[in-house]
């Protein structure tokens, strides 16, 4: 018998029946799948559980009536005396409790159900027998928006350190949202092991375990996860779907998720045999906005928020500025320069410098046509260095073909002068220089101290040289 049949079978909500299980007074098997079973005698368990619960029979009582250590006839004259003190609202119980005496009934031959259909109220059990319910669909949205933005920052920033990969670029993307769901699939099992919770659950108060209170075990754990990371990742490629409607149709599934969990339906994930936890009592719920510990939570989130985009701010910093920052540099090194620029800014339309200083086209992958903008249909120019013996590259000399009305190479010449003149401007001025490079028509001189950049047609050729003073 199912938990849902049990629910029809004795009218017990599900909370009642796995308080009832971890008390012991009833005990299912479990099939393979890991369900519990429940048999007919737990049912008939239950409706007694229930109707003595009813006459306020306690579950210590209960459970020594199970074990064989107290008689229903002592219970019962015990619990009269007990009602016999109370209000008026309690006669009824008081009346069933004596007749159930009169009879003198033996709790294992006890039939609930002839007692229980002579109750003039609706049998109701104690609230204290459930744990307590709140639903709370929104912070468990938000505690897994974290956690996803938890494992995309770490990914980011790791392919930002070390692969110097430019997240701003759209052939990016897709691997930036799905890679963490895997990292999710690998990390998240092993803290609901341990833990029974992730970093945004905690935050949150949230916690997953089983029924009995224990923690999950590695199948749950995975099993659970693994539908998660499945639902994600049909929204991930949902979202890649050229349309501007995928945007709000991720969303309403979304939503739609958050008002299931409202109206207490299961989500995919949600599993029969697992219990989801929030930290709440009775006398005093978790989330409180007139706590000291629900401000310091809410500012922990937001924290968290910003913490996560400086890191990958802070990654994009670092991944956008050349390996080789340091004066002199050598041909070499301005080469390298050179070229993780041209990758990060430009991609799979970028060129490759050669240390002999001409430019080499990239081949494109199969299938795939590469559309440069910034191809200017003339010849590809070249680059000229100067060395001066014991203080390395001074001057770095771009030159190419001039044909009539053809552009000049805009790209080349901003990529060269992040390249070379990253120390001795900075940042700021570099980022300055680039844009006014991009932006030249014709001849043009800037001056800064220490360094002069120039553009002008010798004859039939544009040179563009960039040289320390």
């Known amino acids: 018998m199912t938990i849902k049949e049990m629910e029809i079978q004795t009218g017990?909500?599900?909370a009642n029946i796995r308080y009832y299980e971890s008390q012991g007074l009833i005990s299912p098997v479990r099939r393979e799948n890991g369900y519990r079973d429940y048999s007919r005698q737990d049912a008939e368990t239950l409706?007694?559980?229930?109707?003595?619960?009813?006459?306020?029979v306690s579950l210590e009582d209960i459970q020594g009536l199970q074990k064989g250590e107290r008689d229903l006839e002592g219970v019962l004259e015990q619990k009269i005396r007990e009602l016999e003190?109370?209000?008026?609202?309690?006669d009824n119980a008081v009346l069933l409790c004596r007749e159930l005496r009169q009879d003198r009934v033996d709790y294992a031959t006890l039939d609930a159900s002839r007692y229980?259909?002579?109750?003039?109220?609706?049998a109701q059990v104690p609230a204290q027998d459930q744990l307590p319910h709140y639903i709370f669909p929104w912070r468990r949205y938000f505690a897994r928006t974290l956690d996803r933005l938890l494992y995309g920052t770490a990914f980011t920033v790791l392919l930002?350190?070390?692969?110097?990969?430019n997240i701003l670029r759209q052939e990016a993307g897709f691997w930036r949202?799905?890679?963490?769901?895997?990292?999710m699939l690998g990390l998240e099992p092993l803290m609901l092991r341990g833990w029974g919770t992730t970093p945004g659950k905690a935050l949150f108060g949230l916690k997953i375990v089983q029924a009995d209170g224990s923690p999950l075990t590695l199948e749950q754990a995975f099993w659970r996860t693994g539908r998660v990371v499945l639902f994600w990742g049909g929204c991930v490629l949902l979202a890649e779907i050229p349309s501007p409607l995928t945007g709000l149709l991720v969303m309403g599934v979304e939503i739609y998720a958050c008002i299931c969990v409202y109206h207490e339906r299961p989500l995919l994930w949600d599993r029969d045999d697992l219990l989801y936890l929030e930290g709440s009592t009775r006398q005093k719920p978790f989330w409180n906005w007139d706590s000291t510990s629900t401000t310091l939570r809410s500012a922990?989130?937001?924290?968290?928020?910003?913490?996560c985009i400086a890191l990958m701010v802070g990654g994009h910093l670092w991944a956008s500025a050349p390996p080789h920052r340091g004066a002199p540099l050598t041909t070499e090194e301005f080469t390298q320069n050179y070229n993780q620029m041209n990758r990060f800014f430009y991609g799979r339309a970028a060129q490759e410098l050669e240390l002999s200083g001409t430019l080499r086209d990239l081949p494109a992958p199969e299938g795939v046509v590469i559309v440069d903008p910034w191809d200017s249909g003339g010849p590809d120019p070249f680059f000229r260095y100067v060395h001066t013996p014991g203080n390395g590259l001074q001057e770095v000399?771009?030159?190419?073909?001039?044909?009539g009305t053809y552009s000049l190479p805009r790209r080349e010449m901003a990529l060269a002068a992040c390249a070379f003149l990253w120390h001795d401007l900075g940042r700021t001025q570099v980022g300055e220089l680039m844009e006014a490079l991009y932006k030249q028509q014709g001849e043009f001189y800037f001056s800064y101290p220490n360094v002069e950049v120039e553009g002008r047609r010798d004859g039939g050729e544009f040179v563009f040289t960039m040289k320390r003073t």
């Open 116 to 122: 229980l259909e002579r109750c003039a109220a609706p």
């Open 300 to 307: 922990a989130y937001v924290l968290s928020l910003g913490l």
């Open 12 to 14: 017990l909500v599900r």
């Open 160 to 165: 930002q350190l070390f692969f110097r990969i």
């Open 397 to 403: 000399r771009l030159l190419c073909a001039w044909e």
């Open 177 to 183: 949202t799905l890679v963490p769901l895997l990292l």
């Open 85 to 90: 003190l109370e209000r008026q609202d309690l």
């Open 47 to 56: 409706l007694k559980v229930k109707l003595l619960r009813q006459l306020h």
